[in-house]
């Protein structure tokens, strides 16, 4: 069983910065890949940005340019650096695994709580 605890969010304005943050627990012999999804007001959930364990990534072109990805030195940490914000980034950010780690194909853990990101003035 894999646990998900995501945290960092909050309220920032328009063209603020934020950083997330994501660890997963549970089976320690494991390198995931890992990946951040965003669930706004009304919307489906959708694929923000991921990374395997070669550091390969991919984002959404939604954020591109704006969002970095990165693993942290603990196992199985992941980052996301949100810049630039916009009021449409304004969602609940979620975190998932996939046990392959060299490539992201798809949400492998159950869900965890998100952490909430609002972008208003």
């Known amino acids: 069983q894999v646990q998900l605890v995501e945290s960092g969010g909050g309220l920032v304005q328009p063209g603020g910065s934020l950083g997330l943050s994501c660890s997963a627990s549970?089976?320690?012999?494991?390198?995931?890949?890992m990946a951040w999804y965003r669930q706004g007001p009304g919307t489906e959930r959708e694929l923000v940005a991921a990374?395997?364990?070669?550091?390969?990534?991919n984002y959404a072109d939604s954020v591109k340019g704006r969002f970095t990805i990165s693993r942290g030195s603990a196992k199985n940490t992941v980052y996301l650096q949100m810049n630039s914000l916009k009021p449409e980034d304004t969602a609940v950010y979620y975190c998932?695994?996939?046990?392959?780690?060299?490539?992201?194909?798809?949400?492998?853990?159950?869900w965890g709580q998100g952490t909430r990101v609002t972008v208003s003035s």
């Open positions: 998932n695994v996939d046990p392959i780690g060299t490539y992201y194909r798809a949400p492998f853990a159950s």
């Open positions: 990374i395997t364990t070669n550091y390969n990534t």
């Open positions: 549970g089976r320690t012999t494991v390198s995931y890949a």
